[in-house]
Nanobody, 125 residues
Framework: QVHLVESGGGSVQSGGSLRLSCAVS????????MGWSRQIPGKAREGVATIDSDSTTLYSDSVKGRFIISQDSAKNTLYLEMNSLKPEDAGMYYC???????????????????WGQGIQVTVSS
């Protein structure tokens, strides 16, 4: 069983930055795909970024060049650095982890079997 807890959300003005953190516990030493997804009001949930066990990172087109996913294995923490935030980035952000080998790309975010409760990001114009 993998337990994930997000932190770092909040409110920011358009053009600002936020860094989300996700504390991961309960997983084995072997690392599998991890990632972030978001739920924007009025839109379907979408995968935002993924990082594979070999540290390969992938991003959705909507955040490419603005968001950076990273992980600190020593701290068992996943991060999402969000820069140049836009009002359309506002929503609930969720971190996820795979419990075993899986596809690892934002479009396949649903393959991550474990998810946190989510954290709110608000961007004012």
């Amino acid at each position: 069983q993998v337990h994930l807890v997000e932190s770092g959300g909040g409110s920011v003005q358009s053009g600002g930055s936020l860094r989300l953190s996700c504390a991961v516990s309960g997983n084995s030493r072997r690392r599998y795909c991890m990632g972030w997804s978001r739920q924007i009001p009025g839109k379907a949930r979408e995968g935002v970024a993924t990082i594979d066990s070999d540290s390969t990172t992938l991003y959705s087109d909507s955040v490419k060049g603005r968001f950076i996913i990273s992980q600190d294995s020593a701290k068992n923490t996943l991060y999402l650095e969000m820069n140049s935030l836009k009002p359309e980035d506002a929503g609930m952000y969720y971190c996820g982890a795979a419990g075993g080998p899986s596809r690892c790309d934002p479009a396949g975010y649903y393959a991550l079997g474990y998810w946190g409760q989510g954290i709110q990001v608000t961007v004012s114009s």
